[in-house]
Nanobody, 124 residues
Framework: QVQLVESGGGLVQAGGSLRLSCAAS????????MGWFRQAPGKEREFVAA????????YYADRVKGRFAISRDNAKNTVYLQMNSLKPEDTAVYYC?????????????????WGQGTQVTVSS
């Protein structure tokens, strides 16, 4: 079992930055693929970014590529999402997820554990 707790959300103006953190506890964090998803009101949860267990090779949704960066610190059992040049359309609840896999996971159903989410609101 893995428990995930997100933090770092908030209200920011367009063009601003936020860094989300996801602290994991439970089973060996370093063996899990990690990802970030988001869900805006009335929309389905969508993929944002993912990273393999080793911390190499982040993978991004096209709409955030070049603006967001995913990283992880296995010594701290934490994964991060640095979000720059934020836009109003980035407004959503952001969720951290963990999957028992060594690769990069993109689909929601590939993930085994989810956090409760943290709200990100970008004002225009």
């Amino acid at each position: 079992q893995v428990q995930l707790v997100e933090s770092g959300g908030g209200l920011v103006q367009a063009g601003g930055s936020l860094r989300l953190s996801c602290a994991a506890s439970g089973r060996t964090f370093s063996s899990y693929a990690m990802g970030w998803f988001r869900q805006a009101p009335g929309k389905e949860r969508e993929f944002v970014a993912a990273i393999r267990w080793s911390g190499r090779n982040g993978y991004y949704a096209d709409r955030v590529k070049g603006r967001f960066a995913i990283s992880r610190d296995n010594a701290k059992n934490t994964v991060y999402l640095q979000m720059n040049s934020l836009k109003p359309e980035d407004t959503a609840v952001y969720y951290c997820a963990a999957g028992d896999d060594v690769g990069v996971l993109i689909a929601r159903d590939e993930y085994d554990y989810w956090g409760q989410g943290t709200q990100v609101t970008v004002s225009s």
